[in-house]
């Protein structure tokens, strides 16, 4: 790391502390709810949704009260401290309600934001007024940067396999040029549903595993049963790479995407100017309902289970992992 480093190295530490693993529950779009949010931080990792499931936006007000309210009944009766939880918003000129979701996150001291699709000083000066933290998606070293320059604490490194929008850099390359310069949190996203996966991001140089597609298949996840036991019968061979649902590169299932009637194999390009939740030119089929966000690492998902089991197996890997490698 070069001497110009910047980040707080202690941050990740601090929120790790928190964790049973380091593992941050990736929010997505529809499927994350307070059921599935509480289910996280009640297993210990973080768990995560985004402001814009909430609907209308008076609702995400609703939503907070749950889950804080919930979070704080579960430490009373146990005496555990549940892990934070995070809410994902979308910094886009397409978001009109940024601002409003902004202040219910300051109302409530959200523990941490997770901020994607640009990045503002002004929402990371807010989530900091009481003590927020702001992780900031990326997919190079280049965005990574300016976020870093405009306030954001750590960054999520959005590496090629990830589910939903995802960049084409190697998980190695996209985490070894941001840790040349930047010493704060880094999660690394991109094929990891396992505990290998979570000690392989570690053993890179990332501080957190961050995980979507794996929790889709769980019980507590607001997905239809045919989405999750495609994330059970699928693989990475399985997964299309394209910007045609919303202006913005992405993965999704295959078998979705022929449900609504397209060609997975001959889809048009979208203007990657805008970012939609379109149709992909198919008026029967809505992107954001009825095509599934997956990525590369669903082989390792063979049952769909309580996000409690999901994650004492990712515990087990993890501990077999380590052990293996320390025996080596």
């Not at 910094?91 to 959200?110: A, F, G, I, M």
Request: net charge negative.
């Amino acid at each position: 790391m070069s001497d110009d480093s910047r980040g707080d190295a202690a941050l990740a530490g601090s929120l790790a502390s928190r964790l049973r693993l380091p593992v941050i529950g990736a929010p997505m779009f529809i499927v994350s709810r307070p059921a599935l949010v509480i289910a996280q931080c009640a297993a210990g990792v973080v768990g995560s949704f985004p402001a814009l499931n909430a609907r209308p936006a008076s609702q995400l007000g609703e939503w907070l009260d749950e889950i804080t309210g919930a979070l704080a009944e579960l430490e009373a009766r146990t005496g555990r401290r549940p892990a934070p939880f995070a809410v994902n918003q979308i910094v886009h000129k397409s978001n009109d309600r940024l601002l409003h979701d902004v202040e219910q996150c300051v109302k409530y001291k959200v523990p941490i934001v997770i901020t994607s699709l640009g990045a503002r000083a002004d929402v990371n000066d807010a989530i900091h007024s009481y003590g927020g933290i702001v992780l900031h998606d990326v997919i190079s070293d280049r965005f990574a940067r300016k976020a870093i320059e405009k306030g954001a604490d750590g960054l999520i490194a959005v590496a090629a396999g990830a589910g939903g929008h995802a960049g084409t850099t190697s998980p190695f390359a996209l985490v070894q040029e941001i840790r040349r310069w930047f010493a704060g949190p880094i999660a690394l996203s991109g094929a990891i549903a396992s505990g290998d996966a979570v000690l392989a991001a570690r053993a890179m140089g990332a501080d957190f595993g961050y995980i979507g597609s794996a929790f889709i298949a769980t019980t507590e996840a607001n997905a239809e049963e045919a989405y999750k036991q495609a994330i059970v019968d699928c693989s990475s061979s399985d997964i299309v790479y394209t910007n045609l649902f919303t202006g913005v590169h992405g993965n999704y299932l295959k078998p979705s995407i022929v449900a609504a009637g397209l060609d997975p194999d001959n889809l048009p390009r979208s203007d990657p100017s805008t970012m939609s939740f379109g149709s992909g030119g198919n008026m029967d089929a809505k992107a954001w309902r009825d095509i599934w966000g997956c990525g590369q690492g669903i082989a390792a998902i063979t049952d769909v289970l309580p996000v409690a089991a999901f994650v004492d197996r990712l515990e087990r890997e993890y501990v077999a992992a380590r052990e293996r490698i320390g025996a080596g």
